[in-house]
T-cell receptor, first 112, second 114 residues
Framework: GIQVEQSPPDLILQEGANSTLRCNFS?????LQWFHQNPWGQLINLFY???GTKQNGRLSATTVATERYSLLYISSSQTTDSGVYFC??????????????FGQGTILTVHP | EPEVTQTPSHQVTQMGQEVILRCVPI?????FYWYRQILGQKVEFLVS????????KSEIFDDQFSVERPDGSNFTLKIRSTKLEDSAMYFC????????????FGPGTRLLVL
Protein backbone atom coordinates (compact mmCIF):
# COMPACT_ATOMS: atom_id res chain seq x y z
CA GLY A 1 0.00 0.00 0.00
CA ILE A 2 0.89 3.65 -0.14
CA GLN A 3 3.49 4.87 2.35
CA VAL A 4 3.37 8.23 4.12
CA GLU A 5 6.31 9.77 5.94
CA GLN A 6 6.20 12.97 7.93
CA SER A 7 9.08 15.09 9.12
CA PRO A 8 10.25 16.22 11.52
CA PRO A 9 8.80 13.86 14.15
CA ASP A 10 9.09 16.55 16.83
CA LEU A 11 9.32 20.31 16.63
CA ILE A 12 9.75 22.79 19.47
CA LEU A 13 9.22 26.50 18.81
CA GLN A 14 9.01 29.77 20.62
CA GLU A 15 5.79 31.69 20.19
CA GLY A 16 5.98 33.85 17.09
CA ALA A 17 8.28 31.56 15.12
CA ASN A 18 7.48 30.08 11.72
CA SER A 19 7.65 26.40 10.84
CA THR A 20 7.38 23.99 7.93
CA LEU A 21 6.10 20.43 8.22
CA ARG A 22 6.67 17.95 5.44
CA CYS A 23 4.73 14.95 4.17
CA ASN A 24 6.19 12.56 1.59
CA PHE A 25 4.09 9.88 -0.05
CA SER A 26 5.04 6.95 -2.21
CA UNK A 27 2.37 6.89 -4.92
CA UNK A 28 -0.18 8.98 -6.79
CA UNK A 29 -2.93 10.37 -4.60
CA UNK A 30 -6.45 11.64 -5.17
CA UNK A 31 -6.79 12.99 -1.66
CA LEU A 32 -4.44 14.66 0.75
CA GLN A 33 -5.63 16.14 4.01
CA TRP A 34 -3.76 17.86 6.83
CA PHE A 35 -5.16 17.50 10.35
CA HIS A 36 -4.38 19.02 13.71
CA GLN A 37 -5.06 16.72 16.65
CA ASN A 38 -5.89 18.81 19.66
CA PRO A 39 -5.22 17.86 23.32
CA TRP A 40 -8.68 16.26 23.54
CA GLY A 41 -7.81 13.94 20.69
CA GLN A 42 -10.08 15.50 18.09
CA LEU A 43 -8.87 15.59 14.49
CA ILE A 44 -9.37 19.08 13.14
CA ASN A 45 -9.43 19.27 9.36
CA LEU A 46 -6.97 21.94 8.21
CA PHE A 47 -6.74 21.46 4.45
CA TYR A 48 -7.95 19.25 1.65
CA UNK A 49 -5.07 19.70 -0.80
CA UNK A 50 -4.26 16.88 -3.27
CA UNK A 51 -2.48 19.48 -5.38
CA GLY A 52 -1.78 23.20 -5.45
CA THR A 53 -1.59 25.79 -2.70
CA LYS A 54 -4.12 26.99 -0.14
CA GLN A 55 -4.03 29.48 2.69
CA ASN A 56 -6.18 29.89 5.77
CA GLY A 57 -5.05 32.65 8.09
CA ARG A 58 -1.62 31.83 9.53
CA LEU A 59 -1.65 28.40 7.93
CA SER A 60 -0.91 27.51 4.36
CA ALA A 61 -0.21 24.29 2.49
CA THR A 62 1.34 23.29 -0.78
CA THR A 63 1.21 19.91 -2.48
CA VAL A 64 3.46 19.06 -5.41
CA ALA A 65 1.76 15.91 -6.59
CA THR A 66 4.27 15.15 -9.34
CA GLU A 67 7.06 15.09 -6.75
CA ARG A 68 4.93 13.37 -4.11
CA TYR A 69 5.20 15.73 -1.21
CA SER A 70 3.18 18.28 0.68
CA LEU A 71 4.24 21.07 3.01
CA LEU A 72 2.30 22.72 5.82
CA TYR A 73 3.45 26.18 6.82
CA ILE A 74 2.62 27.72 10.18
CA SER A 75 3.50 31.37 10.57
CA SER A 76 3.66 33.41 13.78
CA SER A 77 3.02 30.29 15.85
CA GLN A 78 0.89 30.47 18.99
CA THR A 79 0.71 28.17 22.00
CA THR A 80 -2.67 26.98 20.78
CA ASP A 81 -0.96 25.55 17.68
CA SER A 82 0.61 22.88 19.87
CA GLY A 83 -0.48 19.32 19.19
CA VAL A 84 0.07 16.63 16.61
CA TYR A 85 -0.17 17.36 12.90
CA PHE A 86 -1.11 14.50 10.63
CA CYS A 87 -0.93 14.18 6.89
CA UNK A 88 -3.30 11.61 5.36
CA UNK A 89 -3.51 10.52 1.75
CA UNK A 90 -5.93 8.65 -0.45
CA UNK A 91 -4.44 6.27 -2.98
CA UNK A 92 -5.43 7.16 -6.54
CA UNK A 93 -5.30 3.47 -7.46
CA UNK A 94 -8.52 1.95 -8.72
CA UNK A 95 -8.99 -0.58 -5.91
CA UNK A 96 -9.25 2.01 -3.18
CA UNK A 97 -12.64 3.01 -1.82
CA UNK A 98 -11.33 6.25 -0.48
CA UNK A 99 -9.55 5.09 2.67
CA UNK A 100 -6.98 7.49 4.04
CA UNK A 101 -3.50 6.36 5.02
CA PHE A 102 -2.02 8.49 7.78
CA GLY A 103 1.55 9.44 8.48
CA GLN A 104 3.08 9.12 11.94
CA GLY A 105 2.54 12.77 12.66
CA THR A 106 4.65 15.71 13.76
CA ILE A 107 4.42 16.69 17.43
CA LEU A 108 4.56 20.48 17.64
CA THR A 109 5.19 22.24 20.94
CA VAL A 110 5.00 26.03 21.04
CA HIS A 111 6.40 27.67 24.17
CA PRO A 112 5.25 31.12 25.32
CA GLU B 1 -21.49 23.75 8.96
CA PRO B 2 -22.65 20.11 9.01
CA GLU B 3 -20.57 17.80 11.15
CA VAL B 4 -20.13 14.15 12.01
CA THR B 5 -21.20 13.26 15.54
CA GLN B 6 -20.22 10.27 17.64
CA THR B 7 -21.55 8.75 20.84
CA PRO B 8 -20.49 8.04 23.47
CA SER B 9 -17.45 10.29 23.84
CA HIS B 10 -15.92 7.85 26.33
CA GLN B 11 -16.66 4.24 27.12
CA VAL B 12 -15.14 1.91 29.69
CA THR B 13 -15.86 -1.80 29.39
CA GLN B 14 -14.68 -5.11 30.74
CA MET B 15 -12.69 -7.50 28.56
CA GLY B 16 -15.00 -9.87 26.73
CA GLN B 17 -17.94 -7.49 26.68
CA GLU B 18 -19.63 -6.25 23.53
CA VAL B 19 -19.55 -2.55 22.69
CA ILE B 20 -21.37 -0.54 20.06
CA LEU B 21 -19.98 2.78 18.94
CA ARG B 22 -22.37 5.11 17.20
CA CYS B 23 -21.90 7.71 14.52
CA VAL B 24 -24.18 10.08 12.67
CA PRO B 25 -22.50 10.99 9.36
CA ILE B 26 -23.23 14.17 7.44
CA UNK B 27 -26.69 13.76 5.99
CA UNK B 28 -26.02 13.78 2.24
CA UNK B 29 -22.85 11.70 2.43
CA UNK B 30 -22.73 8.21 0.95
CA UNK B 31 -19.32 6.84 2.02
CA PHE B 32 -18.61 6.01 5.63
CA TYR B 33 -15.44 5.00 7.40
CA TRP B 34 -14.13 3.86 10.76
CA TYR B 35 -10.57 4.50 11.88
CA ARG B 36 -8.84 3.88 15.17
CA GLN B 37 -5.86 5.38 16.98
CA ILE B 38 -4.09 3.51 19.74
CA LEU B 39 -2.65 5.97 22.27
CA GLY B 40 0.52 7.59 20.96
CA GLN B 41 0.28 5.99 17.54
CA LYS B 42 -0.96 7.01 14.13
CA VAL B 43 -4.53 6.78 12.91
CA GLU B 44 -5.31 3.47 11.17
CA PHE B 45 -8.07 2.63 8.69
CA LEU B 46 -10.52 -0.08 9.77
CA VAL B 47 -13.35 -0.24 7.26
CA SER B 48 -15.25 1.62 4.57
CA UNK B 49 -18.95 1.23 3.89
CA UNK B 50 -21.03 2.16 0.88
CA UNK B 51 -24.46 1.21 -0.40
CA UNK B 52 -25.18 -0.85 2.73
CA UNK B 53 -22.15 -3.06 2.47
CA UNK B 54 -18.50 -3.13 3.37
CA UNK B 55 -16.43 -1.91 0.43
CA UNK B 56 -12.98 -2.31 1.95
CA LYS B 57 -11.52 -3.46 5.25
CA SER B 58 -8.09 -3.67 6.83
CA GLU B 59 -6.38 -6.62 8.49
CA ILE B 60 -7.38 -5.16 11.85
CA PHE B 61 -11.07 -5.56 11.01
CA ASP B 62 -11.44 -9.23 11.89
CA ASP B 63 -14.51 -11.30 12.78
CA GLN B 64 -14.85 -9.52 16.11
CA PHE B 65 -15.80 -6.31 14.31
CA SER B 66 -18.94 -5.49 12.38
CA VAL B 67 -20.54 -2.37 10.96
CA GLU B 68 -24.13 -1.53 10.27
CA ARG B 69 -26.29 1.31 9.04
CA PRO B 70 -29.47 0.43 10.90
CA ASP B 71 -31.44 3.41 9.64
CA GLY B 72 -30.98 6.40 7.37
CA SER B 73 -28.83 8.34 9.78
CA ASN B 74 -26.79 6.12 12.11
CA PHE B 75 -23.64 4.15 11.35
CA THR B 76 -22.39 1.77 14.02
CA LEU B 77 -19.25 -0.18 14.82
CA LYS B 78 -19.69 -3.26 17.01
CA ILE B 79 -16.91 -5.10 18.76
CA ARG B 80 -18.30 -8.46 19.87
CA SER B 81 -15.84 -9.52 22.54
CA THR B 82 -13.47 -6.74 23.48
CA LYS B 83 -9.79 -7.33 24.16
CA LEU B 84 -7.35 -5.15 26.06
CA GLU B 85 -5.69 -4.20 22.79
CA ASP B 86 -8.97 -2.76 21.47
CA SER B 87 -8.43 0.20 23.78
CA ALA B 88 -8.12 3.15 21.43
CA MET B 89 -9.80 6.25 20.07
CA TYR B 90 -12.28 5.31 17.36
CA PHE B 91 -13.10 7.86 14.68
CA CYS B 92 -16.00 7.82 12.25
CA UNK B 93 -15.70 9.72 8.97
CA UNK B 94 -17.91 10.39 6.00
CA UNK B 95 -17.56 11.71 2.46
CA UNK B 96 -19.86 12.37 -0.45
CA UNK B 97 -17.46 10.77 -2.89
CA UNK B 98 -15.44 7.55 -3.02
CA UNK B 99 -12.13 9.35 -3.40
CA UNK B 100 -10.78 12.74 -4.21
CA UNK B 101 -12.95 14.59 -1.74
CA UNK B 102 -12.68 15.71 1.85
CA UNK B 103 -13.40 13.15 4.54
CA UNK B 104 -15.02 14.71 7.56
CA PHE B 105 -14.11 13.18 10.90
CA GLY B 106 -16.17 12.96 14.04
CA PRO B 107 -14.76 13.87 17.48
CA GLY B 108 -14.03 10.24 18.34
CA THR B 109 -15.01 7.73 21.00
CA ARG B 110 -12.32 6.88 23.52
CA LEU B 111 -12.69 3.19 24.41
CA LEU B 112 -10.95 1.71 27.42
CA VAL B 113 -11.04 -2.05 27.91
CA LEU B 114 -10.17 -3.25 31.42
Amino acid sequence: GIQVEQSPPDLILQEGANSTLRCNFSDSVNNLQWFHQNPWGQLINLFYIPSGTKQNGRLSATTVATERYSLLYISSSQTTDSGVYFCAVGDAGGTSYGKLTFGQGTILTVHP
Amino acid sequence: EPEVTQTPSHQVTQMGQEVILRCVPISNHLYFYWYRQILGQKVEFLVSFYNNEISEKSEIFDDQFSVERPDGSNFTLKIRSTKLEDSAMYFCASSDRRGGKTQYFGPGTRLLVL
